[in-house]
């Protein structure tokens, strides 16, 4: 029988919607003895925004991450730092180095050169990178969102130009918004999996940052990068 949860290996159909998987992946987890240390469980999730969509990399192998940068990209400072915040208390709590991105370039909105900051964050000889980028998504639904979001997926891109072009266009303040989730290998380069959240208001984003970082690192634990 094959594992209903097994990612495709083929860019074109790596990524495929799933509806409000975190709960039966968290279930998961916990059964085979992965509890996530650092976060609480949220009683209550029936309208808390959750993964839709997850993609892995063809031939992504485990790596083994001494030290992990978590970048935020957003004008949103609190949703930024939450988000980093959240990430780093897990990782340490599994007795990982991790550190903020904020800790190092505190100011996104006012970047003379953006490659001189990715420089800034490269610097402290990480190895593993988490990136939470928030999309604006008004103007657009959760069908386009989607489609947008897969053909990406589609087109190779390394770290370092991802999150240089990412600072250049970061996205202007909205109603609605989309959380893009990342784990990347600085070594290769290399996008490892990706994770998208549905569109959400920035408010119930910010205050449900706990659950999708828990689900970030569930499925992360899951697919046994992390």
């Not at 916990?30 to 009683?43: N, W």
């Not at 505190?106 to 610097?123: Q, S």
Request: net charge positive; hydrophobic share 40%.
């Amino acid at each position: 029988m094959t594992n209903p949860r097994r990612l495709p290996s083929s860019r074109s159909a790596a990524s495929r919607p799933r509806r409000r998987p975190a709960d039966l992946l968290v279930a998961a987890a916990l059964a085979c003895g992965l509890a996530l240390p650092g976060l609480p469980t949220s009683p209550a999730r029936a309208d808390a925004p959750a993964l839709m969509d997850t993609w892995r990399g063809p031939g992504s192998a485990r790596p083994e991450f001494k030290k992990v940068l978590v970048v935020g990209i957003t004008r949103n400072a609190p949703a930024r730092r939450r988000f980093e915040d959240l990430f780093v208390s897990i990782l340490r709590g599994r007795e990982s180095q991790a550190i903020t991105s904020y800790s190092l370039a505190p100011d996104l909105d006012n970047i003379p050169d953006p490659e001189k900051v990715v420089e800034t964050l490269f610097a402290g000889q990480v190895d593993g990178v988490i990136t939470v980028r928030l999309v604006s998504l008004d103007g657009r639904d959760e069908a386009q969102w989607g489609e947008a979001w897969r053909k990406e997926l589609d087109e190779p891109v390394r770290i370092r130009p991802y999150v240089t072009d990412s600072l250049r266009r970061l996205a202007p303040d909205a109603d609605l918004h989309g959380a893009e989730f990342a784990l990347w290998d600085v070594q290769t380069g290399e996008r490892l999996w990706a994770g998208r959240s549905g569109p959400v208001k920035v408010k119930k984003l910010k205050k449900s940052a706990t659950d999708l970082v828990q689900d970030v690192m569930t499925e992360l634990r899951f697919r046994a990068l992390l």
